[in-house]
């Protein structure tokens, strides 16, 4: 399979007649440096007769410019007490749709580093480059008709030096092209990315790289080692196209291994709700409930690009589908997880985390013979998180061990280089005894009956479960061998449905782990 990353390119020659336009992104153009001081005057001038200018995209026609053309994409202001790199990436964005709106196909993307943030050239690229994503249906047609699968036929970066530009070029390539994976897994239909589909889009993605694969389908062997899953996937298994896999990846870097990140991802191909279905037009969007596998997918695929040494990286994919239906598993049930513990169903909607919670443990008993482990899930778990944090924020909340090295935190910290903004939410023991069984007959209740964004602490306490269920607990700050583990829920981040899925958090991911910015 050939992965369809937009073309980009750089050059130091803002001028370069290889162009057709030029994009300037900026808060400002008194501040633009000595090397653009060309691009000034066409916008003073046109500030004469335009006093939004700054305020808006505009497009100049500036004769003797690549393609006589200058668009100014502004930020507006960068330094006030709430400002951040987005407004760079926010700016790019908007501005090569308007590239696009006019007609070019060849536009010179200059934004010009801001001595406040490090990295706002790269923001803005990959601004650029997430309004530039083909989603993977249409570049599919139009392979089929022989045309290009791209937007633009490439995006140009201005640099000041050789050395700056191909660097640049390197990350956002390399991340876009993870970004790109979880796109195309995310935000692609439940038919086109049902569960066989995404296995056999992974395996195909990664032939022949450094990422190993292994593919568990057979249903009894999903039954023994992840029971909680084969709950969810009871209904659905009956029908070939929709039957689970999980997806296993591995990654490991060249030399000494230094730390071991172990990841799990929720892949729920399509959420009806189960037996508590859905009702009322809530079921729209739920294909996009698999954005957590897309995640650890879409981080292998940068693994694979850059291959950061020291590094070692165990993931899995859940993919599964909440199918409703005769045969579908219910409120009530007992299912005893592969950690032993007796789990009461209290409402199948809430299936992430029975998608999850036998892969973590696995994840657990793997984790105690690696090299300083961290254990990670990511979600897009609880309508709670999108209530309490609004619709651009993941969240992220530790375990004792986690916490303990100030782990949120520093996930926080590498969100903030480009972008993936991040909030750091609190487990508590109320958490925990939420989660506790109610009556002899279980040792953990999965849910309560109502929508997490009806339920007090709805984003933190499925956390606990997870700890809970996969025999975590037992590894906590007093025992004898802690587990450091944080959970990620990506409800609010993964991106707006009707829209193209954010990627959210591999910029994050990618800064902590690989980049080390």
Known sequence: MSLSVQPVRWSTDYKNKDYDGILLVGHSIDDLPDELEGLKSPLQDYSTVDRGLGEEVVVVKVPGFPGDRLVFAP????????????????????????????????????????????????????GALQALYMP????????????????????????????????????????????????????????????????????????????????VSDLSTLEKEYPCLAAVNRCASAVPRHQARVIHLEYSGEGPIQETLMVIGKGVTYDTGGADIKAGGFMAGMHRDKCGSAA?????????????????????????????????????????????????????????????????????????YEVSPHLVTIATLTGHAIRAMGPHYSIILDNGAANLVGNALQWQ?????????????????????????????EELLQSNNLPSSATPRGHQSPAAFLIMASGLDKHGLDSAQPLSYSHIDIAGSSGPFPGVPTGAPLLAMATKYILQL
Not at 107 to 114: Q, Y
Not at 145 to 160: D, E, I, N, R, T
Not at 339 to 362: F, Q, S, W
Not at 417 to 441: A, I, P, Q, W
Request: hydrophobic share 40%; with cysteine.
């Open 296 to 368: 650890v997918a879409g981080f292998f695929q940068i693994l694979a690009k850059l291959k950061p040494k020291h590094l070692k990286v165990v993931g899995a994919m859940a993919m599964v589908r909440n199918s409703v239906g005769s045969d579908c598993y219910v409120a009530d049930e007992l299912v005893v997880s592969r950690a032993g513990r007796r789990i009461r169903v209290g409402n199948t909607d809430a299936e992430g985390r029975m998608a999850m919670v036998d892969l973590l443990c696995e994840m657990k008993e793997k984790a105690v």
């Open 75 to 126: 930020t507006g202001p960068v330094n006030r007490d709430y400002d951040d790199v987005r407004l760079f990436s926010e700016a790019a964005a908007k501005g090569v749709k308007r590239v696009m709106k006019a007609g070019m196909q060849r536009p010179l993307l200059v934004c010009p580093p801001h001595c406040d943030y490090e990295k706002s050239t790269l923001a803005a690229v990959l």
């Open 413 to 441: 910290k590498a969100g903030e280089v480009l972008g993936d903004m991040f909030e750091v939410s609190t487990l508590r023991r109320e958490d925990y005894d939420f989660h506790k069984g109610k009556s002899e007959y």
């Open 136 to 215: 993977l249906e249409l570049r599919e047609v139009k392979l089929s008709l022989h045309s290009s699968p791209h937007k633009v036929a490439v995006l140009g970066v201005w640099v000041k030096e050789q050395a700056e530009g191909e660097d640049i070029i390197a990350l956002a390539t390399a991340l876009e092209s993870g970004r790109v994976v979880y796109r195309d897994i995310g935000g692609s239909d439940p038919e086109r990315m049902a569960a066989p589909r995404v296995a056999e889009y992974v395996t195909e993605l990664f032939c022949n790289t450094c990422v190993q694969v292994r593919i």
